[in-house]
Nanobody, 124 residues
Framework: QVQLQESGPGLVKPSQTLSLTCTVSGGSITTSGYAWSWIRQPPGKGLEWMGLIAADGSTYNSPSLKSRTSSSRDTSKNQFSLQLSSVTPDDTAVYYC????????????????WGQGNQVTVSS
């Protein structure tokens, strides 16, 4: 099973762009069939799927966030990243990277592998 570790800021100011990176070990992000995803959980709310990068580099983002999200990857570092622009206090959440060999499991927010989470607070 792969291991994932998020890295990123703990505090972001409103209107700025949030950048998060997930470092993967125990497997390659180019392994066929895998999907690499970002999920967040605002305080007191449920999990929200944000987007994913497939093993071939294709990206899919949540329609509700599509205009503000951008996904990328660095295969040389075995990392994938998320940028969320124009953040507001409503973007305060714990951000998780996750992975599964099933796109379905990703989309129903039940991936087999999770990072520990990165708390992000949006505040001036």
């Amino acid at each position: 099973q792969v291991q994932l570790q998020e890295s990123g800021p703990g505090l972001v100011k409103p209107s700025q762009t949030l950048s998060l990176t997930c470092t993967v070990s125990g497997g390659s992000i180019t392994t066929s069939g895998y999907a690499w995803s970002w999920i967040r959980q605002p305080p007191g709310k449920g999990l929200e799927w944000m987007g994913l990068i497939a093993a071939d580099g294709s990206t899919y983002n949540s329609p509700s966030l599509k205009s503000r999200t951008s996904s990328s990857r660095d295969t040389s570092k075995n990392q994938f990243s998320l940028q969320l622009s124009s953040v507001t206090p409503d973007d305060t959440a714990v951000y998780y990277c996750a992975a599964d060999q099933s796109f379905h499991n990703i989309l129903i927010i039940n991936p087999g592998s999770w990072g520990q989470g990165n708390q992000v607070t949006v505040s001036s």
